[in-house]
């Protein structure tokens, strides 16, 4: 009895340990952990200090052309005490003061013994009265090759014995004021000037050269008045302008006219008339032709030197056997006959095959007598190329011309 008991117990015992073996194999196996990603850590946010406002800075201008300004160029220790660093003083010439070259932007103080002032090739923008308080005795200033726009009338106050006045390639946009009555000379070629202040020629009874080279000036600029006052000028020059007219009121002393390229169409036919000394007259690159040329206009006896190359003459104009030096080159000629043999001309075919013919050019007849020396043609120069005209020359032209040494067609 207690065997059977024994046995019962073992195997239920058995059974007991079967199950939970059994129930251990059916339980899902646990999944394997999956790699998390790694996580991105956000940088701590910046916390910024409140701007502390700054003072504005005010623009600087632009400065005008060329930028860069070169320094100035200081000359080198002097004996003379006012002798302006900018400058150099040489005992060889005490009177002189030589301030050229040296990027100076302001005229320094000028010593009261100069005489010869040259500032030229320098960047100064005006003249101003102040540096000439001093400067009394200033005979001769040299402006040019600046740029100055501006010349105060007071300063020609100060030098009330100025001769000479250059004050070329520069910026003026009008003929100074005030100019002393001592001048002698006054260059203002290759500015901007278009106009002339009434007046501006009034006390310059000693002017001998006025140069407006190539400038502005039109025809209503120059009234009938402007040279009146200059009774001693010798030569005039106003060339590369815009002129269509011959300028008015020239006066009757003048030796030297230069009115090269201009727009001039016309000459009054008695405009040479009043000249008693006119010898130079250059015209070159105008618009000359026959219709405004009168047929003797430029016969004046006391012509030495006539240019009027580069215009629209179909035919030589009359001129006086004084005559040494005749520009005709660059024009339309076919025929060398002037203007009033032209006109007469009946028997002509002969003479247009060369377009050449001395008979009708010279001034005089060639049945003349020509041993007096007085009335053969002076005429030493002449040029006739650039027209429709072709060698050879005829004889009668050299018999003609007899002091002539060089003839170019």
Same mark, same amino acid.
């Given at each position: ?181 001592? +001048?002698? *000379? %006054?260059? &203002?070629? /290759?500015?901007?000037?278009? !106009?002339? #202040? @009434? =007046?501006?020629?009034?006390? $310059? ?27 001693? +000028?010798? *030569? %005039?020059? &106003?060339? /590369?302008?815009?002129?269509? !007219?011959? #300028? @008015? =009121?020239?006066?009757?002393? $003048? ?27 250059? +015209?070159?690159?105008?618009? &000359? ?5 009168? !047929? ?7 012509? $030495? ?105």
């Amino acid at each position: 009895m207690k065997a059977g008991a024994g046995l019962f117990s073992a195997l239920a015992l058995f059974l007991l340990i079967g199950a939970v073996a059994t129930q251990r194999g059916r339980q899902p196996k646990k999944p394997k952990p999956s790699r998390r990603p790694p996580t991105t850590r956000r940088p701590p946010p910046i916390t910024r200090r409140p701007s502390v406002p700054q003072p504005a800075i005010p623009a600087q201008p632009e400065p005008q052309e060329p930028t860069d300004f070169p320094p100035p160029i200081l000359g080198p220790p002097s004996i003379y005490p006012d002798c302006p660093r900018e400058c150099t003083c040489s005992p060889s010439y005490p009177n002189a003061l030589n301030c050229e070259n040296r990027n100076i932007r302001v005229i320094p103080v000028i010593p009261s013994r100069t005489y010869y002032l040259y500032l030229q090739n320098n960047y100064i923008s005006e003249v101003t009265a102040e540096p000439f308080n001093n400067a009394t005795e200033v005979r001769w200033i040299n402006l040019a090759n600046n740029r100055i726009h501006r010349i105060d009338k007071q300063v020609f106050e100060k030098i009330p014995a100025l001769l000479y006045l250059y004050a070329q390639k520069n910026q003026l946009n009008e003929v100074p004021s005030g100019l002393p009555a001592s +001048l002698e *000379q %006054l260059r &203002l070629g /290759r500015n901007r000037i278009s !106009k002339i #202040p @009434a =007046g501006a020629f009034n006390k $310059l009874e000693n002017l001998t050269l006025l140069d407006l080279y190539n400038n502005q000036l039109s025809d209503s600029d120059i009234g009938k008045n402007t040279f009146k006052d200059l009774k001693s +000028l010798m *030569q %005039l020059n &106003l060339a /590369r302008n815009t002129l269509k !007219k011959m #300028p @008015a =009121g020239v006066p009757s002393n $003048l030796i030297q006219l230069f009115l090269d390229k201009n727009h001039i169409d016309d000459i009054p036919k008695d405009y040479f008339g009043g000249f008693t000394h006119l010898a130079f007259v250059r +015209l070159n690159y105008n618009q &000359l032709s026959d219709k405004g040329v009168p !047929k003797a206009v430029f016969n004046v006896s006391t012509l $030495l030197d006539l240019q009027l190359a580069h215009n629209q003459l179909a035919s030589v104009p009359l001129f006086n056997g004084h005559l040494e030096h005749l520009h005709l080159n660059h024009n339309s000629i076919e025929t060398l006959v002037t203007r009033g043999e032209l006109e007469n001309q009946v028997q002509a075919h002969r003479n247009w095959q060369t377009g050449i013919n001395g008979t009708q050019l010279c001034p005089y007849s060639l049945h003349a007598d020509l041993s007096d020396h007085s009335v053969v043609p002076r005429l030493r120069y002449l040029r006739l190329d650039g027209n429709h005209l072709s060698p050879p020359i005829p004889l009668d032209v050299i018999m003609c011309f007899r002091h002539l040494h060089s003839i170019v067609i």
